[in-house]
């Protein structure tokens, strides 16, 4: 009975009261406009180049790390401890591993990051602060699409950039998490687990819009300061949009 009322409820694309639902709703047209972003679209073409990816690296190095000190910070809060899975999620080892491998053992000095990205960190600071269930909606936007769509990404950044091995890949790969699908089951009952007013739910669902909204920023910062070297380069004989180029972006 259950699944002919869900199957019913799928057909005609009506939202069930279920946070999930709720939210996937709510940012559908964002995740549009996300994965139209310019950088996102050179993905989806394999044309992804070397110079764009370790960009977005320091940008996810950044993202990440206030993310998951927020998290981390407020783990018994009792909106957060229910989607709380370090050991299976947490990605700024991974993501650490993959710049010490583009970049070097300085890859610390090396980590540039354009406005955005700031604007992305502090919201994210400031919620863990003062509105530690909002991180739900942060969470759920960046961990959610890591395991959906970055799963092909994954493939297409080994295949665009020649990587012959793992390595330099590690954001992409969850080895605490042995199916990607039922995973992201479980992840969406505890986040329909979690008790909000009225008000907080719809704070949850605002914020996760505008998870997205940052995200595309950042995309869209990031293209503008490639385009930037990009220029500059070429202008001294070179282009940063080589493969392999050893530029430090
Ligand atoms: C889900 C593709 C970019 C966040 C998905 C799904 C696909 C996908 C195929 C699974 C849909 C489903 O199960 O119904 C892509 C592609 C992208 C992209 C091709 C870009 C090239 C992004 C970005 C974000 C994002 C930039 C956010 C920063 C999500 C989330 C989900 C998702 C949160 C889970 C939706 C849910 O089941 O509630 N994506 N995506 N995606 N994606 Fe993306």
Redesign the pocket.
């Known amino acids: 009975m259950e699944t002919l009322k869900s199957a019913r409820k799928e057909d005609s694309g009506e939202t069930g009261s279920d946070l999930?639902e709720q939210?996937?709703a709510a940012?559908k047209e964002n995740?549009v406009r996300?994965?139209n972003t310019q950088l996102?679209l050179s993905?989806?073409k394999g044309q992804i180049t070397l110079p764009q990816y370790k960009v977005l690296l320091c940008s996810l190095y950044e993202i990440y790390k206030a993310l998951e000190e927020e998290l981390d910070r407020n783990s018994s809060h009792p909106a957060v401890a229910p989607i709380y899975f370090p050991q299976e999620l947490a990605r700024l080892e991974s993501i650490e591993r993959d710049l010490e491998y583009f970049f070097g053992p300085n890859w610390r000095n090396q980590v540039i990051v354009p406005a955005a990205t700031h604007r992305y960190e502090q919201r994210l600071r400031k919620i863990g602060k003062e509105k530690p269930e909002l991180l739900v909606s942060h969470a759920?936007?960046?961990y959610?699409?890591d395991l959906?769509?970055?799963q092909?990404?994954g493939k297409i950044t080994q295949k665009s950039l020649g990587l012959s091995s793992k390595e330099g890949l590690s954001f992409f790969s969850f080895p605490g998490v042995s199916s990607p699908n039922r995973f992201?089951q479980l992840y969406?009952s505890r986040m329909n687990s979690v008790e909000l007013t009225e008000e907080a739910r719809a704070a949850v669902l605002e914020e996760a819009v505008a998870?997205?909204e940052l995200?595309i920023q950042v995309?869209d910062d990031l293209q503008k300061m490639l385009s930037i070297t990009s220029e500059t380069d070429q202008s001294n004989g070179h282009s940063a949009n080589t493969r392999f180029s050893g530029y430090p972006i």
């Open positions: 999930s939210i996937k940012t995740h996300a994965e996102m993905y989806q759920y936007t960046r959610l699409g959906s769509g970055g092909v990404l992201k969406r998870a997205f995200n995309f």
